[in-house]
Structures are given as structure tokens and as C-alpha cells.
């Protein structure tokens, strides 16, 4: 006798078990990466370790690609690891100070700050209940995107984050005076590991995936307004009483 299945399974939950089978997916990919990686790395040191003077220059060449390769396959391994435990591996919500979270941001990259001298006006920010760390990678990947996507020639990079009162949440925005995105991509950038210029700007292309899915997580959501060469605003939205 065959069992009765039923066909009730509405668009919502097959939503989220696709997205769930994803995370899983990461989370396998990205764990099970680490150990033959690992070794790759550790290997090629060896084979290469007392040799460097003695290859030709094409050898070397293929040995700094080589190295280049595993650097890139490292990033990208670890984006997958932290998009996979955004969910899993949460911490409790607290009543988080935007303004301290930005300031901790911008002391992580101070090595950037420092080397673009920048110039950066955050009016007063809210408290929000959120994770606390996540709320830090959210700022993190916005100011650094911020931060890194400008012509060499800009004169004086700037950014300005700010948040509204929108009554049931707070409205925020980074924005930023860089290249900017045809709005053919608006969407597209939100994809993992889509990156516009490979071969311009460092990066994988997982920032912004990671930072939209803390904010879906915490019931908000995220968008853009840009044009080339007008620079960037990201604003993203977090409920007050999530």
C-alpha cells in the first residue's frame, strides 16, 4: 500500500528549504575544503622551500600564480564557512550602539583609512537590537566596499552613514563617492562570489551577499541607488521591534 503523500507545501516553506539546503551546502563545501587545501599549501611550501633562487623566471612566476590561487581559494572558502554560520552559529541579540560598532570598524581597517585618508562623516546612529558580531560584519563589508571601489585618481574618497527614523524601524545608509553600478547590476552584485572588476579591485564578491543576509535574518531589508561615476548608497533597513 503506498503511503498518501500530500502536495500542500506552500511557496514560502519550499523557499526556505532551498535556502537551507544552500547553507547546508556551504557549510559542507566550505568545511570539507579545509584540510585539502590545508595541504595543498603546506605542500607547495615544501616543494618550493630552498628552491626559490634556483627556479627560472617563468617557474617563479608560476609559483606566485600558483600561491595567488591558493590565497584566493582560502578567502573564498572562509566567505563560504561565515555565510553558512550566519544562522547556525548566532549569538544572542542584545541593544547593540551603531555609533561603537562603526568606530570598531574603522579601527579593523585602519590600515585602509589610513593608506586612502578618507573622508568620513557618520551622523548620530541608533541603538538597535540585533547579534552583535553580526552587526559588525554588516557595518564591516559596506565601509570596506565603501572604502575600496574608487578610481585611483578620486580625489577625495568620502563616505557618509546615517539612519532615519522610520517609525516602526531605522533606515540606514552608506554612501559613498566611488566608480558606482550600472543599474543593470543592482541586483546582480547581491549574487556570491559576483565580482563587476576581477581584475581592478581586490575581493571575492562576498560582502554584500553576507551583509544581505543579516539584514533578512533580522527582518529588514537591503537595497542600492548608484550610477557610474556617481558613486554608491546602500541603505538597509532593521526593525525596532524584531
Not at 183 to 197: A, G, K, M, P
Request: aromatic fraction near 10%.
Amino acid at each position: 500500500m503506498q503511503p498518501a503523500l500530500k502536495n500542500d507545501v506552500t511557496e514560502d516553506h519550499k523557499a526556505e528549504r532551498i535556502a537551507k539546503e544552500y547553507e547546508d551546502f556551504a557549510y559542507i563545501v566550505s568545511h570539507d575544503l579545509n584540510t585539502p587545501l590545508r595541504h595543498i599549501k603546506e605542500f607547495t611550501r615544501l616543494l618550493v622551500a630552498g628552491r626559490k633562487e634556483n627556479l627560472t623566471v617563468e617557474e617563479q612566476e608560476y609559483v606566485e600564480f600558483l600561491e595567488r590561487s591558493l590565497s584566493k581559494l582560502d578567502d573564498m572558502q572562509r566567505a563560504l564557512l561565515t555565510f553558512s554560520r550566519l544562522n547556525t552559529r548566532s549569538n544572542p541579540s542584545c541593544d547593540v550602539d551603531c555609533n561603537e560598532v562603526v568606530g570598531d570598524v574603522l579601527r579593523e581597517l585602519a590600515d585602509i583609512v589610513s593608506a586612502y585618508a578618507p573622508e568620513i562623516k557618520c551622523g548620530e546612529l541608533p541603538i538597535v537590537y540585533m547579534d552583535p558580531k553580526q552587526l559588525h560584519l554588516l557595518f564591516f563589508h559596506l565601509i570596506d566596499n565603501a572604502l575600496k571601489f574608487h578610481e585611483d585618481d578620486t580625489p577625495k574618497r568620502k563616505i557618509e552613514i546615517n539612519a532615519t527614523d522610520q517609525e516602526d524601524m531605522w533606515l540606514f545608509e552608506v554612501r559613498d563617492n566611488g566608480i558606482g553600478i550600472a543599474e543593470q547590476y543592482h541586483d546582480e552584485i547581491f549574487r556570491l562570489f559576483r565580482r563587476l572588476n576581477p581584475d581592478q579591485y581586490s575581493g571575492i564578491g562576498a560582502g554584500l551577499t553576507i551583509a544581505q543576509k543579516i539584514v533578512h535574518r533580522f527582518g529588514g531589508e537591503i537595497l542600492i541607488e548608484s550610477e557610474p561615476e556617481q558613486g554608491t548608497s546602500v541603505f538597509f533597513s532593521i526593525g525596532k521591534a524584531f
